[in-house]
């Protein structure tokens, strides 16, 4: 018989990729979304919900209608610099916004739960590659946010038996390479969509933030990873989780292992769009670390993860060709 998953903020960038990977292995995606940042038009494989997270009845009829087999959970701020300028709404939409949909799950009873956690959970890095038992000290809100929740989570694995997998993301780029979907966020604030906006001239330039930085050519470096590789982590998370018993709050990161700096990927997007780019040097922007590259042996271990688009020309064609046809 088909599950039911219920993609919570499946109308957006990650989530939407997500939808599409679980219909392709069987499951049905039942995607409740607020469309706030998600778009009706990324949800092609199950039933749209359209609800706030925050909206306690809405969100426990849709459990009741569909009656999931789990939940993944994608709804939530993703700006850095907003949120540190507004913490009040990060705190109160990724955390507090959480513990509304963990409960609702609780009283559904509902126990398993793949969250859409980020590498900012450790800020700066003491080492690189980064493993999942590096320190954990946010450089910032959006970070603490995705860090409380990993340990709601933990803590409701002791007490309540909810079993969950958090996902810390590096950078996600690219698209559906059939297209169907990619990212539309607004405003961007992404390299890749900024730098290929660049390259197909609505957008002027694109600004690299900081050349100073102590790596080979002075610009930042970080791990790109292919948002379907992405999605696949999720339903290997998912099927990992069916087959635990025990109560279970797991940690994985999910990145390439290969860094690649601002000025390679402008090289990059020069090279596959075939146009030049302009750009400029602005100052750094507060709170990036230098360097931040996952070591994700423990996804590839233990959920079995091989993601398939790893080389950064790949990543940048399917965003191009995403960009190309964006609604
Ligand atoms: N950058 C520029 N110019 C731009 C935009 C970005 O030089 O116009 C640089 C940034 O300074 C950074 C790199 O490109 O060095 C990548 O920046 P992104 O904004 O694309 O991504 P981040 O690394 O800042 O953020 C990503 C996720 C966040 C998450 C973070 C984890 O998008 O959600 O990784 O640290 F919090």
């Not at 540190?84 to 916004?97: E, F, G, L, M």
């Not at 995705?146 to 590096?170: C, G, N, P, W």
């Not at 042996?297 to 190309?324: C, I, M, Y």
């Amino acid at each position: 018989m088909t599950q039911n998953i219920l993609v919570v903020g499946g109308a957006g960038y990650v989530g939407s990729h997500v939808s599409k990977a679980l219909a392709g292995q069987g499951y049905l995606p039942v995607v409740f979304d607020d469309l706030s940042a998600g778009h009706e038009w990324a949800v092609q494989w199950g039933p749209l919900e359209v609800g706030r997270l925050a909206d306690r009845d809405t969100l426990r009829m849709a459990m009741e209608k569909h009656r999931p087999a789990a939940v993944m959970h994608f709804a939530g701020l993703i700006t850095v610099g907003e949120s540190v300028a507004d913490p009040s709404k990060y705190y109160r939409h990724n955390v507090i916004d959480t513990l509304v949909l963990l409960d609702v799950m609780r009283e559904a009873g509902i126990k398993k739960i793949v969250f859409s956690s980020s590498a900012a959970v450790y800020g700066a890095p003491e080492t690189t590659p980064i493993p999942e038992n590096h320190p954990l000290c946010p450089t910032n809100p959006y970070g603490e946010t995705k860090l409380m929740v990993e340990r709601i989570l933990h803590d409701y694995a002791v007490a309540y038996d909810i079993q969950s997998v958090s996902l810390r993301y590096f950078n996600a780029a690219g698209a559906d390479p059939d297209i169907e979907i990619g990212e539309a966020h607004d405003p961007e604030t992404h390299l890749i969509p900024l730098v290929l906006e660049a390259a197909l001239g609505t957008r002027e330039e694109i600004k690299i933030f900081g050349t100073d930085y102590p790596t080979h050519d002075g610009s930042c470096i970080r791990d790109y990873v292919h948002v379907s590789d992405l999605a696949d982590a999720h339903v290997a998370a998912l099927k990992y989780l069916a087959n635990k018993e025990a109560s279970i709050a797991g940690v994985f990161n999910l990145g390439n292992g290969a860094g690649f700096s601002v000025k390679e990927v402008i090289a990059t997007a020069q090279q596959v769009t075939g146009y030049d780019i302009s750009v400029s040097v602005a100052d750094r922007r507060a709170g990036d670390p230098a360097i931040l590259v996952a070591d994700s042996t423990k996804a590839r271990a233990e959920l079995g993860w091989t993601p398939r688009f790893e080389s950064l020309d790949q990543q940048v064609l399917h965003a191009w060709n995403w960009l190309k046809k964006s609604p």
